[in-house]
Nanobody, 123 residues
Framework: QVQLVESGGGLVQAGASLRLSCAASGRTSGNYAMAWFRRAPGEDRKFVAA????????LYADSAKGRFTISRDNAKNSMYLQMNSLNPGDTAVYYC????????????????WGQGTQVTVSS
């Protein structure tokens, strides 16, 4: 089992930046791909970004391209999401996920999930 804990969310104004972190614990010896998803009020969970174990492959949703950067530090069992130029449309609960297979945009491919961290962007 792998436990994931997100942090770094908060309330910010439009145009601001936030850096989300995801700390993994438990059975972290495997080569896990990881990702960020988000769920806005009244909407389904949506893919944001993913990164392979090595970090050489990254995937982004169109809404994240050019504004968000996903990264990881395997020595620290951590993953990050740098979010710049935030807008009210980014308001959501952000979830960290880990997959025993490859980095993918599909939530069904991820085996472990965190509890989420709230990001609220005011106009």
């Amino acid at each position: 089992q792998v436990q994931l804990v997100e942090s770094g969310g908060g309330l910010v104004q439009a145009g601001a930046s936030l850096r989300l972190s995801c700390a993994a614990s438990g059975r972290t010896s495997g080569n896990y791909a990881m990702a960020w998803f988000r769920r806005a009020p009244g909407e389904d969970r949506k893919f944001v970004a993913a990164i392979s174990w090595s970090g050489t492959t990254t995937l982004y949703a169109d809404s994240a391209k050019g504004r968000f950067t996903i990264s990881r530090d395997n020595a620290k069992n951590s993953m990050y999401l740098q979010m710049n130029s935030l807008n009210p449309g980014d308001t959501a609960v952000y979830y960290c996920a880990a997959s025993v297979t490859i980095a993918t945009i599909y939530a069904s491919e991820y085996n472990y999930w965190g509890q989420g961290t709230q990001v609220t962007v005011s106009s």
